[in-house]
């Protein structure tokens, strides 16, 4: 990792983060804003790295911003209980395993679909047949809309 202070294109390349994302975390204040140079250059260092580092692996595992606003808070005071971090990751988990069940769910409906059809017509196809059921009956689902 860098360990000299470097430009917003020297901390992307460092990271593996667009400059675009860099200024939006910014914006956002999930990242201080760096010193900056006479000409007015952003001039970023490890500490920003880091944090950016910390943002980048949250987002790869899915938590919103919003948490990762959170985690980042607690971050900065570490004497403090972890008790809301867990909280965060736990709901974030229930989270996931929902989204899992859903898309097995999805999968199952799909590979029935596509055993259900035979390689005919159209007119016979029963992928276009379940597709066009409004009533979902087919859906393995329970989200019927």
Request: charged share 30%.
């Amino acid at each position: 990792m860098m360990s000299r202070d470097i430009s917003i294109g020297g901390l992307a390349r460092e990271t593996g983060c667009k400059v675009q994302t860099i200024r939006y975390y910014e914006e956002i204040g999930l990242l201080p804003p760096p010193p900056r140079t006479a000409g007015n250059q952003r001039v970023y260092d490890l500490r920003h790295a880091q944090r950016l580092s910390f943002i980048r692996h949250s987002r790869e595992l899915g938590f919103s911003l919003d948490a990762i606003r959170e985690m980042l808070t607690m971050s900065d005071l570490p004497d403090q209980p972890c008790e809301t971090v867990d909280r965060i990751a736990k709901n974030h988990l229930g989270e996931v395993v929902e989204k899992i069940a859903q898309l097995t769910s999805l999968r199952n409906e799909l590979e029935r679909m596509i055993k259900q059809c035979k390689g005919g017509r159209i007119g016979e196809c029963r992928i276009i047949e379940v597709l066009a059921d409004h009533s979902h009956a087919h859906c393995l689902t329970n989200h019927r809309a």
